[in-house]
């Protein structure tokens, strides 16, 4: 018992090492997973909050603002930011292109799903099976399980690329396998598929471009500082982003798919840049210097991301305004629209229609 114990721990210790490295920084292979033959689960409780859904109210944003915080999906429309759940464990949520969906993280003990809910959170669909049959904390459970991270729509919103092991951990001790870039149709009892294994490192969070092709963020386990790749689908080659430069994470296209932005390490600390998307000088938008995900305004008029105020030990919604004309982009001063709220950074934000 003290051994599985031992084992258990070590394995927990690894877990949360990936998981700080990305979000501190937040050879190919295909290969099917054929255990994801899942039917609908309905709204599954997890750990609900004891408190109502929340509410705050503050500046009027275009289309609707999605982001996480304390376990639950929150949406900000118009002037409102509302709490859509009341499940306790979701993460990385992101809005369908048509925006009649969402796709997210459901967090269990040892392992999290890929998960779809509708646009108001009232129903919840399970697309990966990572989890297992056996007791909580058990030995055996740690060897039946996986993890996903960072789902994201392709352009027409048939697939959701996302980050996960390609099989259970190994080992004795028990070791995880790095993660690895996924793909599945956004219908419930498909396959996966795994287009890129890094054989040194692990995927962090992606971006599909308008032709296809999937950026991401890539943590090296090694003295590689992390940097943007992308994968092209046509020839399943891998590359880095020209232009953007290394220690440089969260990547996120515009609407129109012609600008990419991202988090990237400044002297100041972390702040945001964008880039063209065919490639160009980095604009640095923010001068914060603890800022993480940036999303932009459907309509290109605003970017928001992530910082924490300067006094603060909280991550807050902030936005900047946007200028784009004959290809060139410009940004106003930034402004702070939550105060203290807690925002989960690894979590990221997504704004659609």
């Not at 294994?197 to 962090?204: D, L, W």
């Not at 932009?296 to 305004?321: C, E, K, M, Q, Y």
């Amino acid at each position: 018992m003290v051994e599985k114990q031992q084992h258990y721990v070590l394995h927990t210790l690894l877990l949360l090492l990936v998981a700080l490295m990305i979000a501190m920084c937040s050879s190919s292979t295909s290969s099917t997973d054929p255990t994801s033959d899942l039917a609908p689960i309905g709204a599954v409780p997890g750990q609900q909050s004891d408190n109502a859904p929340q509410e705050v109210d503050g500046e009027q944003l275009p289309g609707r603002l999605l982001f996480a915080q304390a376990g639950d999906l929150w949406v900000w429309q118009e002037t409102t930011g509302r709490q859509l759940t009341e499940q306790g464990n979701l993460a990385h949520p992101t809005w369908s292109p048509d925006g009649t969906s969402i796709a997210a993280i459901q967090r269990e003990q040892s392992f999290s799903n890929l998960v779809l809910l509708s646009a108001d959170g009232s129903e919840l669909l399970q697309l990966t099976n990572h989890g297992s049959n056996y007791g909580l904390g058990s030995f055996e459970r740690i060897y039946d399980t996986l993890w996903a991270f960072y789902p994201t729509f392709s352009p027409d919103g048939t697939e959701i690329a996302f980050a996960s092991q390609y099989g259970p951990p190994f080992g004795s001790p028990a070791s995880d396998y790095n993660l690895s870039l996924f793909v599945t149709p956004a219908t419930v009892g498909s396959t996966r598929t795994q287009l890129y294994a890094p054989e040194a490192g692990h995927i962090g969070r992606i971006a599909y471009a308008q032709d296809g092709t999937v950026v991401f963020a890539y943590s090296s386990l090694f003295e590689e500082p992390p940097a943007l790749f992308q994968y092209v689908t046509e020839t399943g080659a891998t590359e880095r982003v020209a232009g953007v430069p290394e220690q440089s994470y969260d990547p996120v296209f515009s609407a129109d798919g012609n600008w990419l932005a991202f988090t990237t390490r400044t002297n100041n600390g972390t702040d945001i840049s964008v880039i063209p998307a065919t490639g160009g000088a980095p604009i640095q938008i923010t001068t914060l210097g603890i800022t993480r995900a940036p999303a932009f305004a459907p309509d290109n008029s605003a970017l928001a991301f992530l910082a924490i105020a300067p006094g603060s030990t909280h991550f807050d919604l902030w936005i900047v305004d946007l200028t784009i004309e004959g290809g060139n982009l410009s940004a106003g001063e930034a402004r702070q629209l939550t105060t203290e709220m807690a925002i989960d950074p690894d979590s990221g934000l997504s704004w659609g229609r």
